[in-house]
């Protein structure tokens, strides 16, 4: 069973980082809405205050696809 207080934290951290970071989560909503098809690269960089890069990729698989419509659910097709 699903935690009402825990899902209200969760949309409270969303709404704050939206607000934080508005072109990103602009971006990522895009994405969402032009969907994510099997076989699409995900690629993330992270680079630290020191300068340096972390990248890394990942290949879109059918079980993720589920995956991903389930968090699009969650956060409300928002």
Same mark, same amino acid.
């Given at each position: 069973? @699903?935690?009402?207080? %825990?899902?209200? &934290?969760?949309?409270? %951290? &969303? *709404?704050? +980082?939206? *607000?934080?970071?508005?072109? !990103?989560?602009? !971006? !990522?909503? #895009?994405? @969402?809405?032009?969907?994510?098809?099997?076989?699409?690269?995900?690629?993330?960089?992270? #680079?630290?205050?020191?300068?340096?890069? =972390?990248?890394? *990729?990942?290949? =879109?698989?059918?079980?993720?696809?589920?995956? +991903?419509?389930?968090? &699009? *659910?969650?956060?409300?097709?928002?």
């Amino acid at each position: 069973m @699903v935690n009402p207080g %825990a899902i209200m &934290k969760l949309m409270s %951290a &969303k *709404n704050q +980082f939206v *607000n934080t970071h508005p072109k !990103f989560a602009s !971006f !990522f909503k #895009t994405v @969402v809405q032009q969907g994510i098809q099997e076989g699409s690269v995900i690629e993330i960089t992270v #680079t630290g205050p020191d300068g340096t890069p =972390v990248t890394g *990729n990942m290949r =879109v698989q059918a079980s993720d696809l589920q995956l +991903f419509e389930e968090l &699009k *659910n969650l956060a409300g097709n928002q």
